[in-house]
């Protein structure tokens, strides 16, 4: 399962908003130092301070599930569902790791890597399934 999340390209990230509700965004995210860290990125949205973040603050409650499907087999469908502790990471060595680590997944962050806030989840459990061909 490990190694299924750590190379996925996207996730969907759930959060739990202040009043109880589910909020899942799709993310870039990458495995970082037993966390899987996301962070806000330069790309186009009208807040760097996004809800997500807001949530995590209020809720530390978190998810990110990551899959395979495939149209033509499904003897190959997968998903992770990694449940979890988040934190908001303003700044600092762990900040700069994070990004890091997103920079070194991601070739689109070589040339501008995320100015925002880390989002880190620690993994509390792991959960799976996998078709009996995967």
Same mark, same amino acid.
């Given at each position: ?65 990551? #899959? ?64 009996? #061909?995967?």
């Amino acid at each position: 399962m490990r190694a299924w999340v750590a190379a996925a390209r996207v996730g969907r990230l759930a959060t739990v908003t202040a009043g109880g509700r589910p909020h899942v965004v799709p993310c870039c995210f990458a495995a970082h130092d037993g966390a899987l860290v996301s962070a806000v990125d330069a790309k186009p949205k009208s807040t760097m301070a996004l809800r997500r973040l807001d949530n995590v603050r209020a809720n530390p409650a978190a998810s990110l599930v990551v #899959d395979h499907y495939d149209d033509a087999d499904w003897g190959r469908l997968w998903w992770v569902r990694v449940d979890g502790t988040a934190r908001v990471v303003e700044g600092g060595a762990e900040r700069d790791a994070a990004v890091a680590a997103l920079v070194a997944k991601y070739p689109q962050y070589r040339e501008q890597p995320p100015p925002g806030a880390v989002l880190a989840l620690d993994p509390v459990t792991w959960r799976g399934w996998a078709s009996a #061909d995967g």
